[in-house]
């Protein structure tokens, strides 16, 4: 519909959005960049319109000094570089669909009205998840979501009194305010539900993360609910009280679907607004992305909630372009994610182990789990790299990977990322060609041994048993040889386990039984590799390497040896 002309620009369609910042906001700009003719209005019921929603927890730790730091862009900055109207405080409380229009209440003055549209976008995000938990009016309870929480949550920690802060939820949000209000000074403890944190990494990956916490002196409870709580107390149903000033609250996040609700769009299986490929709702005229939509996961073949600012920033560029008659491509979710935990950093995309048996999805896969040194080892800041990649069999077809590890995980992540999205196999993988330099990486990237050995694996070449298997083994008394050099085995090594250093092995061969299953380590699985194969091509059939090695097996014990102290399956620890 053209409405005539306004200052000698053309008038075009009215488009109004709801939620200003990262679906709203960059649905609104790609929308004025295809087109100057178009009206457009954006409402947001907070004060801040385009803020770094994903950085708000760097202020409790400083790292972002002031909270208006977090604001990228204001009200009069978006008309003038945007003619795009950024109302504030301004909720959008009802849609009529007959007429086409919205309701608006702005807070500041308490005055409602209301606005037509021709289309209607709605990227209204996701809420905190705070439940009625017994007692909770007893504790000062912060949820983080936008600017206004996080400076309402820093103004009161940095009252003198506070000491004790308890994060309730071990996602990305409560894992980066446990570490940020740690980087401050708290007394931080963070409670999990289930028995571990960040899921997008498989529990046998995420102890590594479980370790960190610990050596930063995060109080880290997993497995454990809050019951409820007391005056300053968090109480878990396992009888645990933890003396807390504060109480973060992170347990998830929920789609904001009143609005869609109300106006009779369809919600679809999730809990999130249904749309179909073009994000189109229910309704011809409404559109809606972000966190408050459900999405196709390329992998999984399904509808599923992904709460990330790239989907919500892709839908809105895709949105904004098929108003203005643009073809999209939407071939679905990944979920690719990052974070950093003090010095470690991760990174995951697609399926992991936990996701496979949780959606009992039918899929047989296999599992490449390999350290390698990040960047050449004479780099000073050479480090180790845990890697994890899953695989389906018999195709070979890349289903996922999880990277931890002090170097530059979203690389290697990133590339399996594209390499899943085109549908790529670890054959793709071994032929795979990332740069290269000594501070970077090394000539053949992680990526690529990801590629080796997972076709050795789909190829029967040798055997392999992960990390967390190998207790069982230590407990069953199997036979166990660690091949790395007698300097190394005398600093820490597994219970029970024969030295035979892969120098000596040739020598040895009389000390390996032929008549039982032999598992063999090293540091990091590559030097057992070795021996496996070449007693494979002596003629041994028993023999099995131990994926992920010492290394591998003191993160993946730690925690639990710590915090149940149970007894460890090591003289000693390795980490590095
Ligand atoms: P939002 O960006 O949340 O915007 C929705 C806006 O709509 C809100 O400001 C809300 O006030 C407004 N609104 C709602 N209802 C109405 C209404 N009726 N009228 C007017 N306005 C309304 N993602 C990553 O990929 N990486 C990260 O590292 C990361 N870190 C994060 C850290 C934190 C602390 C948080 C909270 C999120 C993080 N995310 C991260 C997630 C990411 O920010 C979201 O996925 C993304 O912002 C979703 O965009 P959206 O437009 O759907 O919602």
Redesign the pocket.
Known sequence: MRLGSQNGVKMGRKIII?????????TAARLRRNSEEDQIIM????P??S???????YHLSGIVPEAEDLVLMDSPTFLKQYRIEARVN????AIHTDSKTVS?KNHETGEEYQENYDKLI???????IVPPIPGIEKVPVFT???VVD?DKLNKFIKKEEIKTVTVIGGG??GV??AENLKIAGFDVSLVEAVDQILRPFDYDMVQIFHKVMLDHDIHLIVGDKVKEFGNNQVILASGITIQSDAVVM?IG?AP?T??AKMAGLNIGETGAIETDHNYKTSNPDIYA?????QVYHALTHTMTK????????KQ?RAVADHINGKSINNKGYLGA???QVFEYNGASVGLNEALIKIQGIKLEYGVVRIILSDKVGLMPDAAPMHFKLLYEIPSGRILGAQAIGKGDVTKRIDVISAVIKFHGTLEDLKDLEPCYAPTFSTAKDIVNYAGYVGSNLLNNVYKQVNVDQVRALVENKEVIVDVREPYEYSKGHIVGALNIPLSMLRDRLDEIPTDKTVYFHCRTGQRSYNAVMALQNLGYNNVINITGSFLGISFYEYYNDVTLKRQPIVTDYNFN
Not at 43 to 46: N, P, Q, S, T
């Open positions: 709801v939620g200003g910042v990262a679906g709203g906001a960059s409402f947001e019921k907070g801040h319109v803020f770094s929603n994903c950085s708000l927890p301004s909720e959008v409380i608006v709605l990227s209204p995000g996701a809420s905190p983080i979501r936008n996080i990305f949000i980066e305010a992170a996040v904001e009143y609005l992305v972000g966190d408050a939509i992904i709460s990330l600012a790239g989907p919500a920033l809105a994610s990052a974070i």
